[in-house]
């Protein structure tokens, strides 16, 4: 499969991180020239980290391929704090098991699963942001398994299943 190496900006530095507007509007600004439509912004200063904190600044048509953590304290936990997002399971043979829809506009913005749930994500607003949380230190090799009945990311099959699942939550 053709998984492109994740776009990053550089990771946040210092004791402290405040998230601002300025950040916002850069972060959202490189997602939308970023060839893969989404940029993700390290929070955790140092890549092994045992906690992985990073902002997910996304833009609509970004294609993510669904996937699974497979290590058993593979927890992650997304929250959206800008705009919009679609959030499905699937049962392992790949038929959608739930859906869900997280905006910053509604209670309902926060969802945690556990390791070994295959899940994927439709970007439903320009400028969507994410915040998510997972057990570190990343690593490449172990930290996804991709769903093998999925489009690839650059597939041109991938656009129509995009845009079957954005119907899902129209």
């Avoid at 038929?95 to 945690?112: G, N, Y």
């Avoid at 400028?127 to 090799?141: C, H, S, W």
Wanted: one cysteine or more; a negative charge; charged letters at 20%.
């Amino acid at each position: 499969m053709n998984h492109p190496p994740m776009l990053a900006l550089p990771a946040a530095q210092g004791p402290v991180f405040e998230l601002n507007e300025t950040l916002i509007a850069q972060g959202c600004e490189a997602a939308r020239h970023s060839p893969r439509g989404r940029i993700i912004f390290p929070i955790h200063r140092t890549q092994d980290a045992l906690v992985q904190r990073m902002l997910n600044f996304m833009q609509p048509g970004t294609w993510i391929t669904p996937h699974r953590h497979p290590l058993p304290h593979a927890i992650e936990t997304v929250q959206v704090l800008r705009g919009a997002l679609g959030f499905l399971t699937f049962e392992p043979e790949g038929e959608v098991r739930s859906t869900h829809r997280l905006s910053a506009d509604s209670p309902v913005a926060l969802i945690d699963i556990e390791p070994g749930l295959w899940h994927g994500m439709v970007v439903l607003a320009p400028n969507t942001v994410l915040l998510e949380i997972k057990r570190g230190p990343y690593d490449a090799l172990t930290d996804k398994e991709f769903a093998p009945w999925a489009p690839d990311e650059g597939d041109p099959g991938a656009e129509a299943w995009s845009m079957r699942w954005q119907a899902l939550f129209a």
